[in-house]
């Protein structure tokens, strides 16, 4: 399809802008000829062309409303509807971050309410609703460790991290300054014990645990890992990335996590919008509430005030509160579920990962057969053993039966990964059909391997040549 | 409510196939001790209808001013009608991050579209997909900074805004980095000869701003050039994103990285987010900057396609050796950019003008005010900062009157005293300013 | 604003191509003295911000009501997110009538599951694809039945709604047709002794409504076996679509054809429009329906697919032998419907059910307020009429609290003094009945 | 695609509905059981399912927002976004039409206004919006006109209508009873004087004529024709439908047309949502305001009030007071586009009807060469002779090109018609490559017609059997 560049016309505009109607005054004289610009060469689209560009380029991408989407670790749950339309209330969109707190005590009241929700659904003493993503939630959570050795005075700069973690464990430690310890996985998937034993000692602030883990088991040993890190003075850091798998059954906050993040664009149904905004609120156990960044909500005699009266705190990691529109979107479901729908909603997800895992089980390798929780890992290992074909081919042959891939080649510990999570908003003849169309593919790669190696075969574009895409990167369009 | 779509007989048979009589039996991994007896202490459920009733009565908890004189950070634009159109297509705001290319185009590309037209905004050569906001942006570029020098000193002009100054501090402290802060000249702008003193061989970074806090525009040549002279990097930012459509973009003037906010850009005020980190750079950093990138490429035969590169700097291939951790990031809200941006066109240039327009309308009405004085000399696009006698009493004035107020810069700047900040935008007629104007007389 | 995307270019290219050099040049057919010679006299135009701040105002100048009790015809229903998210789908609202129907096929299937649930709803074997409205509807069951029967005489319960009646009128006057209205007995329902007095040879349609316009529910069966006695056909209206849901339909009890208001089924108030006018039918009347029909039937490859049927009744192909004039009609109203019909689902029911509960439980309320009086002995669906001492007052009051007041029977019945017919829907609580009472009482 | 009652599952439901809060009755005993219904057959569907099932369905539905959609007849111009977003104010949407007046002073301002800009528009005395669309539009003028000559004690049940005319002219006119006498067209397209000469005398009421006409053709002796009519005391109906083709041009009342009816939905931009709703206001000259249909507006020193105090008031033909949410988005068009905007728009489409005109004449029969107003009218005759290539293939094969066919086999009177209307917000290129694409197939229809017979080739579904559609009527479906 065309770029918006290529269709532009000069001359061509989606909308005048109206006169002035205050007593004009010349730009050049009062900003100075030094600062203002030459020129601006943004595209020239009538409104018709701009809304069909746009609206063709929606049909060239694939969301949960169009169906199956079981990206593991992604939990992409169905997104209600009425979540969209409390969110897009003017009451919450029109509001400025400057607004004085009187004015805005309905928006606080909101995160207030929230903050404690999510303390009683995970079992944390405080929150902080400020982290815009997990990512950014993990890396506010380290930060919290960090100041919190720092206020002991201790001197802690390790962080042990499972072989099996998301990247984004890794990579948050390392952006506020911490060395990364790996520690390997078990032959049943969990944290090896005896490893973390050794690499147990008073330099490690915090051990960064996934739990359920990037391969959808829980934890079995967590007491006894638990155990281990506040043995030495550590902490028990949790992603809190793959929460579907337990509300309302159980809490990290009683199991010993100290701090936790979650995903509300994960676990709380908002929308990921095509790759975000996404929501990342982290909880702190007592010990850490000091260190929660600021501002913070207190409730007084006259409402709702946002404070930043806590020394300790670790200060601000974006401005203003936080993603607050997409935190609407979760406080409307967490109220419109309750516990009892938060409850069924987990049931159902980790019911729906086992039935596509016992389903998928005779076709594809399971390195790891237990019960799992919301989501199931399989190994390709054998499709490539029989047919040459890759989990990538798999991948690619699922586009045409109308789903969208799960995740591929993660966790890095499974040969050939493939990480799927159903979520609960699945039906079981949605289940059904994705599972035969897994195995008609492992049929496929039997009988008829190339079939499988050109998939997709009816999509827009066919696969990409991503080597070239890095050899000779071309992130902008330049005029010809 | 309940979104899951099971029926009796599906859990049944589900359950059988599984192998598990009761669904506890799929919890046995969590120690049983751990596993709640009761239901979590929440408020019961909503039907559909309730829950709109009870979101409906919380939002009328908030008063929304007619209009309103606050920016600092964030700016009540007016968003053309199309924007909502297009970010409400289900096949955007339902995907995920585009992994596979051949069914995400749509995103892709759009993606690709804003990464050229923030390029071309901030006279640089790349932009990425877009970061969280423009203080974590800004901050990522420090660190950035720090690392690729591997230097350690971080010099920051205090004319920035406070929250970006503040969240530099954080994750500049977490990284054992020093922070050094510029204060501003009378001219509103940063204070060169300072800069010039605090400039050294252990230099990072220099973070300024333009338009600044106090809306003022920064003189970037010269700033650039004394940065560069002892090889650290400049990262500029700006305040309002719109300014970029009428002023000489810092990439243009030598900054290294140009970051900022760029929820001017077809997003609402929403109370502080999500909004949109801009982030754009200088060609030689290309394989180093964080944050997704799109690039364009051809699928196996030779149709032009789109696809998200250079992984190898991001958190799920390098780990702990990564640019950054970004993961998740503004996609939606760069969508609205895009749009918005294409929507305008040409015409961004006629809108940052008319800002302009009624910005020094308002700024020569109030200063007719006696006992009203301005504060700095230098060139502002929307924001500017004037004294008057009582500062708090003025706000008190507006807000009786339905009008958001100004910032009062004493909450930051202790020095500046019964100082207020006062933006104007497009949404501000001649009308509403006069009768503000009349207001405070 | 100006939505046409020509530049100067392509302007002069055009013309060239045409053969004109000025495009006044186009217009040669039309008489020079006709052609204005200056603009229309019309405000100026807007931009895009202007026309938004402009309607604002314009609907800000209405005052909603916190809550209502006003039925009649129109009726305050909770609309589920759901409805709005698909009607905006742009493929479906900026698509024409479906008559390429390759292209088509999305609202082809969805107007063919409204034909279904409408069908199933009334309890016939057909429904068309939508009429304008309720009244028309009903108007053009009552033309229909003339022109088939050849017969010239309508009769017409009172207890229709009045501006049905009107509608009635107003088709049947321009066809010479004769109309009889039949009073209502004591119970609201209508006067079955006066309906086999007027019924004779010449009389082509009964016409009636259950839930009636004072909420009473007819009788139909009866009514049915008299109209057919004489060889009339009975078209059987209704007032609250969503009466449906629990009611046994008219289809079932005789009717040879259901008319009504499907503004219930996920359409706003609107102050009035759009609606949706429902007509369904028995099997036999297929051929002789008003208005768009789709059908299932299959492709050359024998795939199933829906088409726009049975057209030789229509406008385009009989011209004035066509069975009505319908062209354009309510398909995106029909959508909403459909999609309002399938969110609900059995739960139609339970939903009705609850407006009965809240109506039972207001109506009680009312009556234990001194001096107010019940009006009609026959069951109510969600309306009911009472009388009290001052039946303008009432409404002053509730007006001042905000609240939507009662329908003045008196309007249309002269005979019905100080008589108001309330209405409660699911959006009324008991916190706001109890409210209401207080505020009377 | 399945349908809605295929997903259909026992038990499940998209939403469920909360407790009553009120002391609860019986209700067989409030209602009784005779009158309460059995059974509910209602599909059962999980939001998501909903959800999915009607995006689906949507993206196989082709709309001006994809792309050119020349059909003749149907003025399908760009809807802008900006007037929906107006309509969708809840101060418009929310109000029940038995409003008190003082509550809906906005409203009825803005039906008003309305009214006012029409009248300046379209020269005419007074303008009703309560019809619902053209036809209804149509309807309400013909009743006008029966209820003007009851008046004035006249029998006059013949109405003229031209062979070109739309098939709601005729279907109008006999529903409300009057006879329709047919009136030819003369060679060069426009209205046969002779013949209405011959025809016209005090039996007949009106002469129904749409100008520009179907043909997309000015009537050139409109003074003649307007002359003839009046001479016998016959009055002058304009069918409004083609009125894009004239804002701001010339207007009908100046003309000498006693009542005219709009399509908003056409010539107003308002989206016609798939074939409706629409919204037909209709105009009339002074000697016919006291038959408009009630309630009217009418301006008080307390405001706007409705009125149905009009004795010669034809009465209602629809409950309340029209499409109003329909007229608040042809409002806003009216007032963004101003005069200027409206005659530029009409001058646009114009231009771009006869540029395509001219560029596929060398290709397809012309049968009226003469400048055209908003559309252009080819037959296809040449290629039934050259390759057996109908009308309707052409337009089937149109849709592989990417655009939906032109109106076809309309006007009768043109064998093998092609209708087209480009309408004033396609560009230049768009024009370009659709003409591109009528030239290929015309070249198809010589070199390979079996290929344009076959099309459409890459639609969810080839051509319909219409025919066993209508001798196996299945407009409901069955459980099986
Ligand atoms: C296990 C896990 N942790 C952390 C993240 C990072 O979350 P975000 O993308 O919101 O930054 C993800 C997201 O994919 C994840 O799957
Ligand atoms: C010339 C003409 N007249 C009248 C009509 C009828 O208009 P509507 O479909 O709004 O009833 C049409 C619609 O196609 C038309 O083209």
């Known amino acids: 399809m065309e770029l918006i560049f290529e269709k532009s016309r000069p001359g061509r505009n989606a909308g005048n802008i109206h006169q002035s109607d205050v007593p004009s005054v010349k730009i050049e004289a009062v900003i100075g000829e030094k600062y203002l610009r030459t020129e601006l060469d943004l595209p020239e689209v009538a409104e018709v062309d701009l809304i069909r560009h746009y609206t063709n380029l929606s049909r060239r991408n694939f969301g949960v409303d169009l169906g199956f989407y079981p990206l593991g670790s992604c939990t992409m749950k169905y997104n209600p509807k009425v979540n969209e339309n409390a969110a897009a209330m003017p009451g919450f969109t029109g509001l400025h971050p400057y607004a004085d707190d009187e004015s805005a005590q309905g928006n606080m009241q909101l995160m207030d309410e929230m903050q404690q929700y999510l303390c009683s659904i995970f079992g944390m003493a405080a929150f902080t609703l400020q982290p815009a993503a997990g990512a950014h939630g993990e890396l506010t959570g380290m930060m919290m460790i960090k100041k919190y050795f720092e206020k002991k005075g201790e001197k802690r700069h390790l962080i042990l991290i499972p072989d099996a973690a998301h990247g984004t464990n890794p990579a948050s430690s390392a952006l506020c300054g911490f060395e990364i310890v790996t520690l390997r996985s078990n032959s049943e998937g969990g944290v090896d014990i005896d490893h973390l034993q050794s690499l147990m000692n008073e330099d490690v602030a915090a051990l960064m645990l996934t739990n359920p883990n990037t391969l959808g088991l829980f934890e079995r040993n967590i007491e006894e890992v638990s155990r281990i890190i506040h043995e030495k003075g550590g902490l028990l850091y949790g992603d809190g990335a793959n929460a579907n798998a337990f509300l309302g059954i159980t809490r990290p906050g009683d199991i010993g996590f100290d701090v936790i993040q979650l995903n509300l664009h994960k676990t709380f149904s908002t929308p990921h919008g095509g790759g975000g905004p996404g929501s990342g609120p982290v909880g702190v156990g007592k010990a850490l509430v000091d260190f929660l960044p600021v501002p913070r909500i207190v409730k007084t005699d006259e409402g709702y005030r946002w404070s930043e009266n806590f020394p300790d705190s670790i200060g601000r990691v974006r401005a203003f509160y936080g993603h607050f529109n997409v935190i609407v979107k979760a406080y409307a479901y967490i109220r419109s579920l309750g516990a009892e729908g938060l409850k069924s909603a987990t049931e159902m997800a980790v019911l729906n990962a086992n039935y596509i895992k016992e389903r998928l089980k005779p076709h594809f390798d399971l390195p790891y057969d237990r019960i799992c929780m919301h989501e199931c890992v399989f190994s390709g290992k054998r499709q490539v053993v029989e047919g040459g074909v890759h989990t990538s081919d798999i991948a690619k042959r699922l586009i045409d039966f109308g789903y969208h891939p799960p995740t591929i080649y993660f966790p890095m510990i499974v040969p050939e990964a493939l990480m799927i999570e159903p979520t609960e908003t699945e039906s079981k003849e949605t289940l059904d059909a994705f599972c035969e169309a897994m195995i008609t593919i492992a049929q496929e790669t039997k009988e008829n391997p190339q079939r499988v190696k050109d998939a997709p075969l009816n999509t827009e574009v066919s696969r990409m040549d991503e080597v070239l895409a890095a050899r000779k990167p071309d992130v902008c369009w330049k005029r010809k | ?441």
């Open chain 2, 1 to 441: 409510m309940n979104y899951t779509p099971h029926t009796g007989e599906d859990v049944a048979s589900m359950k059988a196939d599984v192998g598990v009589t009761d669904i506890e039996e799929l919890f046995v991994d969590i120690p049983a001790k751990y596993r709640l007896k009761q239901l979590l202490n929440i408020p019961a459920p909503l039907s559909e209808q309730e829950t709109i009733a009870c979101m409906n009565s919380l939002s009328r908890k908030n008063t929304l001013p007619s209009l309103t004189l606050t920016g600092a950070g964030a700016y009540n634009h007016y968003i053309p009608a199309v924007v909502g159109h297009i970010i409400s297509r289900a096949e955007f705001y339902t995907a995920y991050t585009p992994y596979q290319a051949e069914i995400s185009q749509g995103i892709l590309q759009a993606i690709y579209e804003y990464q050229t037209m923030i390029a071309h905004l901030t006279g640089t050569e790349i932009a990425n997909a877009s970061m969280y906001d423009g203080a974590s942006a800004m901050a990522e570029a420090a660190v950035l900074s720090a690392k690729t020098l591997n230097r350690s000193k971080i010099i920051v002009a205090r004319s920035v805004h406070p929250e970006y100054r503040s969240v530099v501090h954080t994750y500049c402290w977490s990284n054992g980095y020093e922070i050094c802060e510029i204060p501003y000249a009378p001219s509103g702008q940063i204070d060169l000869d300072m800069l010039h003193k605090e400039l050294d061989e252990n230099v990072a970074a220099v973070l300024v701003q333009s338009p600044n806090f106090f809306g003022c525009i920064e003189d970037i040549a010269p700033i650039a050039e004394a940065t560069h002279s002892c090889g650290a990097l400049l990262v500029a930012g700006f305040t309002d994103g719109m300014a970029l459509g009428i002023l000489k973009p810092a990439g243009e003037l030598g900054a290294d990285f140009v970051v900022g906010e760029g929820q001017s850009f077809g997003n609402p005020l929403n109370y502080g987010g999500p909004y949109l980190g801009v982030f754009a750079a200088r060609e030689k950093f290309l394989r180093r900057i964080p944050g997704r990138l799109v690039g364009a490429t051809v699928d196996k035969n030779g149709k032009r396609g789109f696809v998200l590169t250079l992984q190898t700097r991001e958190q799920h291939i390098r780990r702990e050796k990564a640019t950054s951790n970004i993961c998740s990031n503004e996609a939606l809200c760069a969508l609205a950019a895009g749009v918005y941006l294409a929507a305008l066109g040409k015409n961004l240039q006629k809108l940052a003008a008319l800002n302009i327009q009624k910005t020094q309308y308002l700024k020569k009405q109030l200063l007719s005010i006696p006992g009203w004085k301005e504060v700095f000399a230098a060139p502002v696009y929307n924001e500017f900062a004037v004294t008057c006698p009582d500062a708090g009493e003025v706000n008190e004035k507006l807000k009786k009157e339905g009008i958001g107020g100004a910032y009062e810069l004493q909450k930051n700047y202790p020095e500046l005293k019964n100082t207020l900040l006062f933006c104007a935008t497009e949404m501000v007629s001649k009308e509403d300013i006069d009768k503000i104007v009349a207001i405070l007389k």
